[in-house]
């Protein structure tokens, strides 16, 4: 089983009878840190993206008001011109 960050350290390691070479255990604890990061960053950018999303879906909803206030003023003044069709 598993445990989980932090618990393990090089002395329990080595006392359990798990023999690595310090260089191993530099670039093991290297990776983690970078993947730590990395994850970080991740976060980041998908709360950055929520946030557009959210600011794009808010704009989304005001012109579809827009459109429909539009749409409710031509047809209640009735001063539009009539369109032709495409093929005349």
Sequence with gaps: MLKSRGQWSRSSLLSRGWQMSEARIERIEERVAWLEHHV????RAMLE???RLDRIARE?????ERSV????????????PEERPPHY
Aim: net charge negative; charged share 20%.
């Design 69 to 80: 206030a539009a749409g409710a003023a031509g047809e209640a003044g009735g001063s539009l």
């Design 49 to 51: 993206m929520a946030e």
């Design 40 to 43: 970080s960053q991740q976060d």
């Design 60 to 64: 989304l909803a005001r012109l579809r």
